[in-house]
Structure formats: C-alpha cells, structure tokens
C-alpha cells in the first residue's frame, strides 16, 4: 500500500520538492522543515427513526431514513443521511446541516451513538475518515425529500434492513451495530 501522501509532491509550505517521508502517517520539507500529518477527516451519519405507532417500542415498530446515493462513489447504493463536517463546525451541527441539506429535515436534538474509522475516495483521492454516527430527533419526519447528494429518500422498516445494500463500509458496518444495539 502506497504512503497516505504520496500524491503529494510539494510542501504545502514553501513549494519545495524535497517533501519527503517521514512516518507512516507524515511527509516532512527538507528545505523549510515542515512536518504534515495526515489525520483523518470529520463525518457524519444520522440515525432518523421514526414509530408506525407511537404507543409501541418493539423494533418491528420502528422505520429508519435512509437515502440513496446520487453520486460516487458507491452512487445508486443505500446510505444514511450525513457527510463531511466543515471548519469550525461541532459533530452535532454538521450532522444536522447535512440532514438538513439532503432531505429538508430540522434536527432538533442528536445523540452520539458510536464513531467508525472508514475510507472514503474522493475525486480520486481516499480521504480517511472518523464517522461519528447520530441518533437524531427531527421535526414533522414526514415532510422530507431527497436534495443534494441523496437521489432519493426511503423509510425502511428496521426489520427489513440488510447491510449488504449499503455501499459504504462503514455505514453496512454501522447499520450491524446499530441494529445489534436496539434500542439504543
């Protein structure tokens, strides 16, 4: 397996060509003397449940949101709403602009559930992830549809989930933990 930076030529410092290896996670300048590290990337992953009857909390009851992919990678499998957080911005409010973005849903409340490493390719790039997953609380789930990078919406009865239609790793991962741990 190649080095995580070894698309990466020049020091993002000074422009040097002498950026070299420097462990398995860096790349240090020989000229200026910067070090980078190549750490993972913050992700989001939401959990929106929502009850067939309110009064029951058996796990035939319950339905999840899941959407599905409209681009690469894995575009046209199954995943859950969420993506990439943004500079200066907390696990909670990413998770909660991302449901916003893809499916016209308000948050209103989020609990952290679990994270999970994942590796996810990116214009050709594999972009290495932390994916922190959220059980969320919205308001009126029924009005939601599919926008930005979800092609469509579905709610799918919990019993009637299979991982293996899940096109990212970490999200067939997380959807076995998820419903191995139910309730949460």
């Not at 980078?36 to 009857?53: C, E, G, M």
């Not at 909670?92 to 994270?115: A, D, M, N």
């Not at 926008?147 to 989930?161: G, T, V």
Request: proline letters at 5%; hydrophobic letters at 40%; glycine letters at 6%.
């Amino acid at each position: 397996m190649p080095h995580p930076l070894h698309q990466f030529h020049y020091c993002p410092k000074c422009g040097s060509q002498r950026f070299v290896e420097h462990n398995a996670k860096s790349k240090e300048c020989l000229d200026c003397g910067f070090v980078y590290y190549f750490n993972p990337s913050a992700a989001t992953v939401a959990f929106i449940l929502r009850a067939k009857d309110e009064g029951l909390k058996a796990k035939d009851n319950w339905e999840l949101l899941v959407t599905r992919r409209a681009k690469e990678p894995a575009r046209g499998t199954l995943d859950l709403p969420g993506g990439f957080c943004d500079m200066f911005e907390t696990g909670e409010e990413g998770v909660c602009r991302e449901v916003k973005e893809e499916t016209g849903l308000h948050v209103t409340s989020t609990q952290f559930v679990f994270s999970l490493p994942n590796t996810y390719l990116y214009s050709g790039f594999l972009v290495h992830t932390v994916d922190m997953f959220f059980l969320c609380q919205v308001r009126d789930s029924d009005i939601c549809h599919a926008m930005d990078d979800a092609a469509e919406l579905i709610w799918i009865p919990l019993q009637d989930l299979r991982p293996d239609d899940f096109g990212l790793d970490s999200i067939r991962l997380g959807i076995k933990k998820f419903l191995s741990n139910f309730p949460i």
